[in-house]
């Protein structure tokens, strides 16, 4: 017998004990649209109708390690955050993302309109590992021709042997050392505008679907 699995979504917000708003609605509109839903709790809140009688933080630490225990294990096919903690949220999943993965660095960049400049771009990297240069990530996606191809056919690059790949692309990523690679888009409004990607350097990766459906709950965040 073949049992349909829902979708998977995670909310990453802080708790309403009123109802009205935080994680708890976020878990009521899930489940409307068929959802399962699952959360990492940012704050504690005792509020009501009339206000906000006290709010506590969950330290960052524990934010992560729940939002590590579902990519862990569950996964997530989306996922919804507040706009006011995106920033945090996307410095946090790169983290979770680029250790979960055995990644040397994970980031993500998203261009402009005309796709000739960055128009944000955020990273993280392990002990020992060099960041990347903001320009290092130009010219745009324009340019990167079969990187683009792929994304937009395939949705992902994938290749855990840059050794034998012998595309344009590929002997600029070896100048940086890379030596495995996996990529996912960024859309706005159904254009590609960006790329999340992570990288191994001076030792090869064996990643695959399971790696990319991380990356791809990922991308959610970053297209807000």
């Known amino acids: 017998m073949n ?26 509109t899930f489940q409307s649209f068929g959802c399962f839903g699952m959360s990492a709790v940012t704050a504690l809140t005792a509020q009501n109708s009339l206000g906000v009688q006290g709010i506590q ?18 996964l997530c096919d989306f996922n919804e955050c507040p706009v006011p903690e995106l920033k ?24 402009n309109a005309t796709d000739d400049e960055l128009h944000s771009f955020c990273q993280w990297y392990g002990p020992g590992v060099s960041p990347i240069a903001g320009d290092a990530v130009l010219p745009g996606l324009a340019s990167l021709q079969w990187t683009r191809q792929r994304l937009l056919e395939d949705g992902t690059v994938l290749v855990n042997d840059l050794a034998g790949l ?23 409004d159904a254009q590609l ?32």
């Open 3 to 28: 049992i349909e699995c829902p979708p998977r979504a995670l909310t990453v917000a802080g708790s309403d004990s009123g109802g009205g708003a935080g994680i708890q609605a976020d878990l009521k």
């Open 166 to 188: 012998d595309v344009p692309e590929a002997e600029r990523w070896r100048q940086q050392g890379v030596t495995s690679l996996l990529l996912v888009p960024i859309y706005n």
């Open 88 to 111: 945090n949220t996307l410095n946090r999943g790169l983290a979770i993302i680029g250790e979960h993965l055995g990644a040397d660095r994970c980031y993500y960049y998203v261009t």
């Open 57 to 74: 933080k969950i330290p960052a630490g524990f934010v992560k390690t729940q939002i590590e225990s579902v990519l862990g294990d569950i």
């Open 193 to 224: 505008v960006g790329i999340l990607g992570c990288e191994a350097l001076g030792r090869t990766r064996a990643w695959g679907q399971r790696q990319r459906h991380l990356l791809e709950a990922m991308s959610q965040i970053c297209e807000r």
